[in-house]
Every structure is written in structure tokens, then in C-alpha cells.
């Protein structure tokens, strides 16, 4: 008798109904869990429920280990050009089945239709149409600098990769590791963040209706400390690319260490630093800031959530930036007019919370808006930003992961270079200035992986994103992410006797 593993819920605010896998997606099949464990996914908007899945664990991870495993000689004679149509044609079906995909995601994670809709779905979209370009032409070099040899390098896969995906922006960091490692012909066992499983449980259909074979995409839902922990020690995957936490992302390393030393990419935290130099256009400074702190209700990586002023235009700044702030509508994810839905949890959302009242009782910072709960049901924060914050204080130094922002004054060029870069962190940073030579010095002195100068989060699939310091290892998007799926061999050929 074949598993049915479909689950009818309602989306939104509407009450339509619709059906969700629950199953693990192995081998193009939803299946149960070994064990038969199951673990809720909530509503952040109510709280509630929504569906109960089969929860993943070491068993689980060998199972789908074992399905790419298998996998691997035939996808092996697969040509470049036939998998990267395989990349464009799930791009495809996603983009024919956006509408579901927009509400499912923003159901269980709590981020708005609209931005899901408008960044999130045509980001995934794009991402693996460009990675589907790239799928022939991965090239090694011929070196003929040695008399009497013909040298020449070759880019092989690595095999069965690991890929641990975090809960703030599901389906496009799915898209971000999956056009990579497939345009380079590896096998994938991907996990789930169990706090936003729904949403790549659904990419299964579409990956199955595709054409990929059994066993090359494999999709599990589970926890960290189980199914991520099995991932990162399974002694067959030959790399683990995680996106998450800079806590997370040591414990990975180790086990990865440990195990069988396999390679390792990690996206890790931030605390990014927006510059804002008196001679900005003040109101494009404001709205980027304002994008950069509280897209996604600020659970970003990259958030610019520590802004430095020029003294000059400190309190013109903060009157707009409050005025901007104070515009954010927050409400229901589905609502037409919200700008700022739930945050992802409970958990979330209590940590959050802490920080503010940290901010307002310990680091006597000057709350110019927010620092509340919205609402009485969900986990709704309101907006908040912190004015006269000391560089030593916790909401200076520490990341929230939350739409909260710190603010403080600098003085010279200089000071704020010192200042800007004393974290260990260096995910982001932004300039903001109408002097193109101080854009350039200042960008090239801040210790970070992308800075932006009069923009924020204009992140795009065709430029490499990744961090320095404690923010991590390796480069996602563009070209450079290539380098993180292949291992380059050297092959000699002695054509003397």
C-alpha cells in the first residue's frame, strides 16, 4: 500500500484549503521517519499548529545518504547542459506554482506574502536559471610550460553533499546551495530548519516532476542537534554548507573535523554597521536603513542593525528614521497593507524581547520608538530603535536577529573605521555619501564581505555573498560559489618515452 503523507490546511486569512506533504522526500518518494517521530510547525501570526511532520533523524540522514549514494554513477554521465535544463525547468514549475509556494512560506515562517512574493519567489527563480547556465561550462586549464608533458586540471564534484538551510528565508537559501551544487554535478541530502520545514517539502513534486533522478535532491525535515548533527558527521557526505547562527556553525566544523575532515561553507551571524556621513542624501540614507534593519521584521543576516551618524545630521536623522519606523504597518503575514508580519517564534520573539529590555533597563540607551509587543496573540514586535547607544553595550555588540537597531554618533572618517570594525563579525556594512573618494577609501577599510555604499540588501545572484571573521567560511552566489562544490584535480601526461 503506497504512504500518503498529504495533510489538508488552511492558508491565510481567507480559510482556503489546501494539501501538504508531511513525509521525508528520499529517493523522489515521500516517506515516513524511521522512527515515526513527529514535530509540529506553528503559525508565528496565532501560535497554533498548523500540521504535524515526520521528523528526521540519524537514521533518516543515512537513509538519504544512502539514496544519493546510489544515485551518484549514473548522475555522474549526466552532461553538464542536460543538468542545467533540469535547473531551468524547476525554476519553471516553481514559477507556475508561485502563488502556493508564496503562502505556504509565509504561513509557517511568518514574512509577508507580499515580500515573499516580490523578493523571495523571483530570487529562488532566478538563482537557478543562473546556476542552470553555468552547468557546462565548469572548465579546468591545459598547462603546457613542461617540456615533454601535457598538464591539465579537471573540476570533479565532490559526491554526496550536506546542506543545513535556516528558517528566515527557506526556499531562497534552498535555491542559493541547490543551483551550485547541482550545476556541478553533486548529490544532495538538505535539511530543513524544523522551525520552517513546509515550503521545501513542496519543492519535492516539483523537483520529482522535473526530471531529476531518484536519489540527487534528497529533502528532510528535522532538528539541529538530530538530523543537522548526523549531516555533519556522516562520514559518506564529503561537505556541509550551513546557514544559520555562529554558535551552530562552530558545532558544525567540529563534527565535521571530527568525522572525516569533509569540507565545510558556513553563512554565519552579524552586526552590521551603516555609515552615514553628513554629507549623504539624508532621505535615501533613511530609507535604506530603514530597509536594512527591518526587511523581514529583521531576521537577516546581514541586518544593518548598528547605524553611525555624523553628528551633524544626528537628530535630522533620527526624526525621519523615526517617522519611517513609525510608518511599518504590523499585522497578519496575508494582510495587503502589512510592511511587518510575526516573528518566526515564540523562542524568537522572547529573545527579542530580552534585548529591548536590556537596552532600555541596563545599557540606559534612549528608546526613540517601539521596544513593544503588538498585539496580544502571535509574535508580533513592534519596530524599535535605540538612539545614544554606547559601543560597549550588549545591543551594540551582540546580535538580535529582530527589528531592532542601535544608533550613535561618530565624529571623523577615521574614528569610524576604528569603530565600525571592532566586532567580530564582518557579514555587511554599508556608506552612505555623495563623496565618491571617501565611498571608496571607507569601503575598502571596513572588514566585511559586502558593503553596500548608498544602498542596503541589494543582494543578488550573480555577485559572491559570504563573510570575514566570525561571520564565515566561503562565498555563496555568483561564480565564486562554484569553487565550494567541485575539488580540482591535476592530471600529468609524460609524452616522452
Known amino acids: 500500500m503506497a504512504f500518503d503523507d498529504l495533510v489538508e490546511i488552511a492558508f491565510g486569512d481567507s480559510g482556503i484549503k489546501r494539501k501538504v506533504h508531511t513525509g521525508l522526500f528520499i529517493n523522489n518518494e515521500y516517506v515516513p521517519s524511521v522512527s515515526g517521530k513527529k514535530m509540529p510547525t506553528i503559525n508565528p501570526a496565532t501560535g497554533e499548529v498548523i500540521v504535524e511532520l515526520y521528523e528526521a ?17 549514473g548522475w555522474h554521465k549526466v552532461d553538464g547542459a542536460s543538468r542545467g535544463m533540469l535547473l531551468w525547468k524547476l525554476a519553471d514549475l516553481i514559477e507556475k506554482n508561485v502563488k502556493e509556494l508564496v503562502e505556504l512560506e509565509s504561513l509557517d515562517n511568518g514574512k509577508t506574502t507580499k515580500d515573499s512574493a516580490s ?9 537557478l536559471r543562473y546556476y542552470a547556465g553555468w552547468a557546462d561550462k565548469i572548465h579546468g586549464k591545459v598547462m603546457m610550460d613542461t617540456p615533454g608533458f601535457m598538464n591539465y586540471t579537471r573540476h570533479e564534484p565532490l559526491g554526496v553533499v550536506g546542506q543545513i538551510i ?6 531562497l537559501m534552498a ?34 516532476e522535473a526530471g531529476f533522478p531518484p536519489g540527487v535532491i534528497n529533502l528532510l525535515s528535522g532538528y539541529g542537534p538530530t538530523a543537522g548533527q548526523a549531516i555533519a558527521e556522516h562520514p559518506e557526505i564529503r561537505k556541509v554548507a550551513f546557514t544559520g547562527s555562529t554558535r551552530t556553525g562552530r558545532r558544525i566544523a567540529e563534527a565535521a573535523a571530527k568525522s572525516n575532515l569533509k569540507k565545510v561553507s558556513l553563512e554565519l551571524g552579524g552586526k552590521s554597521p551603516a555609515v552615514v556621513f553628513d554629507d549623504a542624501n539624508l532621505d535615501q540614507a533613511v530609507f535604506w536603513c530603514n530597509l536594512g534593519i527591518f526587511f523581514n521584521h529583521g531576521q537577516v543576516c546581514c541586518a544593518s542593525s548598528r547605524v553611525y551618524v555624523q553628528e551633524g545630521v544626528y537628530e ?8 519611517m519606523a513609525e510608518g511599518i504597518k504590523v499585522g497578519s503575514q496575508f494582510g495587503a497593507e502589512t510592511n511587518q508580519g510575526p516573528q518566526v517564534d515564540e523562542i524568537q520573539f522572547n529573545h527579542i524581547m530580552r534585548y529591548i529590555d536590556h537596552g532600555i533597563k541596563e545599557d540606559k540607551a534612549r528608546l526613540v520608538t517601539g521596544g513593544k509587543r503588538v498585539g496580544d496573540k502571535g509574535y508580533f ?8 547607544v554606547k559601543e560597549d553595550a ?23 573605521i576604528r569603530r565600525a570594525n571592532t566586532t567580530t563579525y564582518g557579514l555587511a556594512a554599508a556608506v552612505f555619501t555623495t563623496d565618491v573618494n571617501r565611498a571608496i577609501r571607507v569601503s575598502n577599510a571596513l572588514e566585511a564581505g559586502t558593503i553596500w555604499v548608498n544602498c542596503y540588501n541589494a543582494l543578488g545572484h550573480t555577485t559572491p555573498f559570504g563573510g570575514f571573521k566570525e561571520s564565515g567560511w566561503g562565498r555563496e552566489l ?20
Do not use: H
Open 57 to 73: 533523524d540519524k537514521a533518516d540522514v543515512d537513509k538519504a545518504v544512502q539514496a544519493a549514494k546510489a544515485a551518484l554513477p
Open 119 to 127: 523578493i523571495d519567489l523571483p530570487g529562488v527563480i532566478g538563482c
Open 166 to 171: 535556516p528558517w528566515n528565508f527557506p526556499l
Open 175 to 208: 535555491a542559493w546551495k541547490i543551483g551550485p551544487a547541482i550545476a556541478c554535478g553533486n548529490v544532495i541530502v538538505m535539511k530543513s530548519s524544523e522551525k520552517t520545514p513546509l515550503s521545501l517539502l513542496a519543492l519535492g513534486d516539483l523537483i520529482k
Open 316 to 323: 535630522k536623522f533620527l526624526e525621519k528614521y523615526k517617522a
Open 381 to 388: 514586535v513592534a519596530p524599535t530603535i535605540f538612539a545614544d
Open 394 to 416: 550588549k545591543i551594540m555588540q551582540e546580535e538580535i536577529f529582530g527589528p531592532v537597531v542601535a544608533v550613535n554618533t561618530f565624529k571623523t572618517e577615521e574614528e569610524i
Open 478 to 497: 555568483g561564480e565564486y560559489a562554484l569553487e565550494l562544490y567541485t575539488e580540482v584535480k591535476t592530471v600529468k601526461i609524460n609524452l616522452g618515452a
